[in-house]
């Protein structure tokens, strides 16, 4: 029998994690403070973001003795494409992680059968992020004008993306009580130089970086100007978005529309809270919406994403898809999600902190570790497919829904 490679050096750490909390906490312990902070985000007080997490624990289950299935299966047709489980990765702007950054988070993706989000902030073009996993979905910000956001969308039509994800909960809510990590505008010498104390602690993080010989790169490459000009510097393009008017119902028809026309892939509205605004994206022409509070990085106080999950279900029944995102760290907070009526669930943090741990492998851990509690929640529910659950299947306390 030949051994692992990790049981050659009885002090070398597996780097195999057993679940999100143990990826959070090798992140930590990984990564410059600012750069963690960054990751963590949140908003004002950090209501939402800890009630994102508390609301699935809320909810119960209630597993069989016996007459369990020995075959269950977590596959299931999203967006239309089949997935083979229903995570999808959530696009997310943080890109001082890992060198391969959202590459390495889209190879995992393709590995684990699973859809890619890429970020309007990425720090990867588009086109290197569809060769990793082909089956990308780009999302966009209202940011910039008309002509601007076609000229976008084109880019990332042309690149080869299987849909567009437009999120558009932003309240540039500023300011968190723990205090907002420090983000330099460019990483430059005096920058490295100023930020080293914060740095040289963390050698594993900076190894990887000096390894490809790259650092931390801090612009927006899916925001340059057509035709090659310089990509805009994350601040750059926070402020393009800043000065944007925020759109009207008619701006997300246009949008739709015009995704149609160049793409007539899928489109999805990203951060829908209410029923009354389900309603209104299902006027508006999407494809899915997906219930989301940002993780928490929005307006705070906005209640947990599983909370609003099933009365907004319930208002769009099976007119667009509905997909959620929040608060997801294990298999059974996905079994809750898709009893609640959602057709998969999206993760941010947890490949984050999957990234920092160990790269692609990193990413591609934390999707077995939430393939792995799936399939033990639906063995103990006695269930044999993701398609069998339902709002019985779980206990849920009176007044747990937010409508
Ligand atoms: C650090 C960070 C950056 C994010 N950047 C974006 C972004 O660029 N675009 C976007 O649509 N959502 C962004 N999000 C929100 C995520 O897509 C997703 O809604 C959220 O992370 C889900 O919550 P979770 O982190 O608890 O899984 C970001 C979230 C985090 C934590």
Known sequence: MTRPSWAENPWKQNPWFESIAVAQRRAQRRLPAPVYGALVAGSERGQTIEDNQAAFAELGLLPHVAGHHADRSTSRTVLGHEVSLPVLISPTGVQAVHPDGEVAVARAAGARGTLMGLSNFASKPVEDVVEACPRTLFQMYWTGDRDVMVQRMTRAHRAGVVGLI?????????????????????????????????????????????????????????????????????????????????????????????????????????????????????????????????????????????????????????????????????????????????????????????????????????????????????????????DELTPDTLLVPEGFHRS
Not at 253 to 268: D, H, L
Not at 304 to 322: S, Y
Not at 366 to 372: F, I, M, N, P, T
């Open 166 to 386: 437009a999120t558009l909960d932003w309240s540039f809510s500023m300011g968190r009580d723990w205090g907002s990590p420090e983000i330099p505008e460019r990483v430059d010498l005096k920058t490295m130089v100023r930020m080293a104390p914060k740095v040289v602690t963390k050698p594993r993080w900076l190894y990887q970086f000096g390894r490809t010989g790259q650092v931390p790169d801090l612009t927006a490459p899916n925001l340059a100007p057509p035709g090659g000009g310089p990509a805009p510097t994350f601040f750059g393009a926070y402020y393009e978005w800043m000065t944007t008017p925020p759109p009207s119902w008619d701006d997300v028809a246009w949008m739709r529309e015009t995704w149609g026309q160049i793409s007539g892939t899928p489109f999805v509205l990203k951060g829908v809270g209410r029923a009354d605004d389900a309603r209104r994206a299902v006027d508006a022409g999407v494809d899915a919406i997906s219930v989301s509070n940002h993780g928490g990085n929005n307006l705070d106080g906005t209640p947990a994403a599983i909370r609003l999950l099933h009365p907004i279900a319930t208002a769009v029944g099976d007119q667009v898809e509905v997909l959620m995102d929040g608060g997801v760290r294990r298999g059974s907070d996905v079994v809750k999600a898709l009893a609640l009526g959602a057709r998969a669930v999206l993760i941010g943090r947890a490949y984050l902190w999957g990234l920092a741990a160990n790269g692609q492998a990193g990413v591609e851990n934390v999707l077995d570790v939430l393939r792995g509690g799936l399939d033990s929640a639906l063995l103990g529910l006695g269930l044999s497919s993701i």
